[in-house]
């Protein structure tokens, strides 16, 4: 769970690429794209702010040119790139297969600039904590999809239908990865098995063998994997079912105090805090990527995340990661800035990017 770019939520992924003992389990490494989901959020919770919104002005989702810096100089591999279902999926048509072919537009611009104009892979990442219909205050706002006792909530089958959808326009395109939703949390695990399962059959329905990454509960955190007894990740996840053996779990782990992203000091070890789903993803057989983790750019959290990627890339259940985050629009660039090529700290300082 990321707080705000305004805090610590970012990470080493340029100096990583270049760690001296990286084993070659990691076979993608890159950065998260995020701004796709900028310019909804209201400090009142006033439902519909910022949707559609204008894109290029309140949201994009790629800096072709930041793109450009950290493909061709830095060799990243990867990009997350982050959208939101209410701007795809217009809360008038609502959830499911009919999309805003503008927006969509958009979209494809992006994904077909990273995987065909530079030959990198795309994580396509709804940014909506498994709610659709009101993204005012994400990531507590909105109804948890297929909530059966929620009657504003959308359903389980128009989940799948929306992920049908968007497979079958990217099955062609084998560098396009499926993240099947950013961070689920609060609410059932077993609704959340039911809703991934939905999407992973109406994926392969439409015929696309693209590989799928699956988010666990509780902001599908690392550290938390083996924790909640009957509701814990470790419970439900490995009960997916991929036709093709084709998918990965998602993971997200931040170094600060309570895992957030929100805070100057790293204190978590990850190779402490990840121990847990280390190892059951070599019970279940299971690959895994972190598409999200980060830490400032203070000395304590450099050394801690040059250990994780150490950790990572000496456990081959890691094929894959992301760091959070590069901001191609609409900049937060309060304290450190973020890891977009050009950005700047609050006081016009070197950003993240520049200094981590």
Same mark, same amino acid.
């Given at each position: 769970?990321?707080?705000?770019?305004?805090?610590?939520?970012?990470?080493?992924? %340029?100096?990583?690429?270049?760690?001296?003992? +990286?084993?070659?389990?990691? %076979? #993608?490494?890159?950065?998260?794209?995020?701004?796709?989901?900028?310019? +909804? @959020?209201?400090?009142?919770?006033?439902?519909?702010?910022?949707?559609?919104?204008?894109?290029?002005?309140?949201?994009?989702?790629?800096? &072709?040119?930041?793109?450009?810096?950290?493909?061709?100089?830095?060799?990243? &591999? /990867?990009?997350?790139?982050?959208? !939101?279902?209410?701007?795809?999926?217009?809360?008038?048509?609502? /959830?499911?297969?009919?999309?805003?072919?503008?927006?969509?537009?958009? *979209?494809?611009?992006?994904?077909?600039?990273?995987?065909?104009?530079?030959?990198?892979?795309?994580?396509?990442?709804?940014?909506?904590?498994?709610?659709?219909?009101? =993204?005012?205050?994400? =990531?507590?706002?909105?109804?948890?999809?297929?909530?059966?006792?929620?009657?504003?909530?959308?359903?389980?089958?128009?989940?799948?239908?929306?992920?049908?959808?968007?497979?079958?326009?990217?099955?062609?395109?084998?560098?396009?990865?499926?993240?099947?939703? &950013?961070?689920?949390?609060?609410?059932?695990?077993?609704? /959340?098995?039911? &809703?991934?399962?939905?999407?992973?059959?109406?994926?392969?329905?439409?015929?696309?063998?693209? !590989?799928?990454?699956?988010?666990?509960?509780? @902001?599908?955190?690392?550290? +938390?994997?083996?924790?909640?007894?009957?509701?814990?990740?470790?419970? @439900?996840?490995?009960?997916?079912?991929?036709?093709?053996?084709?998918?990965?779990?998602?993971?997200?782990?931040?170094?600060?105090?309570? *895992?957030?992203?929100?805070?100057?000091?790293? $204190?978590?070890?990850?190779?402490?805090?990840?121990?847990?789903?280390?190892? @059951?993803?070599?019970?279940?057989?299971?690959?895994? *990527?972190?598409?999200? *983790?980060?830490?400032?750019?203070?000395?304590?959290?450099?050394?801690? !995340?040059?250990?994780?990627?150490?950790?990572? +890339?000496?456990?081959?259940?890691?094929?894959?990661?992301?760091?959070?985050?590069?901001?191609?629009?609409?900049?937060?660039?309060?304290?450190?800035?973020?890891?977009? =090529?050009?950005?700047?700290?609050?006081?016009?300082?070197?950003?993240? #990017?520049? $200094?981590?």
């Amino acid at each position: 769970m990321k707080i705000s770019l305004s805090t610590a939520a970012t990470a080493a992924a %340029y100096a990583a690429l270049a760690l001296p003992g +990286a084993s070659a389990t990691i %076979y #993608y490494a890159g950065v998260a794209e995020s701004s796709g989901e900028f310019g +909804a @959020w209201s400090a009142t919770a006033q439902v519909g702010t910022g949707l559609p919104g204008q894109f290029g002005v309140d949201y994009a989702f790629i800096s &072709n040119s930041g793109i450009d810096v950290m493909a061709d100089q830095h060799k990243i &591999n /990867l990009f997350r790139v982050a959208f !939101l279902l209410e701007r795809m999926c217009p809360l008038a048509t609502g /959830l499911g297969s009919k999309f805003d072919e503008s927006h969509f537009g958009h *979209f494809k611009d992006a994904i077909d600039y990273i995987t065909k104009t530079k030959g990198a892979y795309a994580i396509l990442d709804p940014h909506n904590y498994m709610r659709y219909n009101n =993204p005012s205050s994400q =990531p507590f706002s909105g109804s948890v999809i297929g909530n059966s006792s929620d009657p504003t909530a959308a359903t389980t089958a128009q989940f799948g239908a929306f992920w049908g959808e968007l497979a079958s326009r990217f099955a062609s395109d084998e560098k396009v990865i499926f993240g099947l939703m &950013n961070e689920p949390h609060d609410m059932p695990s077993s609704l /959340l098995l039911a &809703n991934l399962q939905a999407a992973v059959d109406a994926i392969r329905k439409a015929g696309a063998k693209n !590989l799928i990454i699956a988010p666990g509960n509780s @902001w599908t955190g690392g550290h +938390a994997w083996t924790q909640g007894g009957a509701e814990a990740n470790s419970a @439900w996840l490995h009960k997916l079912v991929d036709p093709l053996n084709n998918t990965a779990i998602d993971i997200h782990e931040y170094l600060d105090q309570d *895992f957030s992203g929100g805070h100057i000091p790293c $204190t978590q070890p990850a190779a402490t805090n990840l121990a847990g789903v280390t190892a @059951w993803l070599k019970q279940h057989s299971l690959k895994a *990527f972190i598409t999200e *983790f980060g830490g400032s750019n203070t000395t304590a959290c450099v050394g801690m !995340l040059g250990d994780m990627l150490d950790y990572m +890339a000496q456990n081959e259940e890691y094929i894959g990661w992301t760091a959070w985050a590069a901001d191609p629009c609409c900049t937060d660039s309060a304290q450190y800035g973020s890891l977009e =090529p050009g950005s700047t700290a609050a006081n016009g300082g070197p950003s993240l #990017y520049d $200094t981590i």
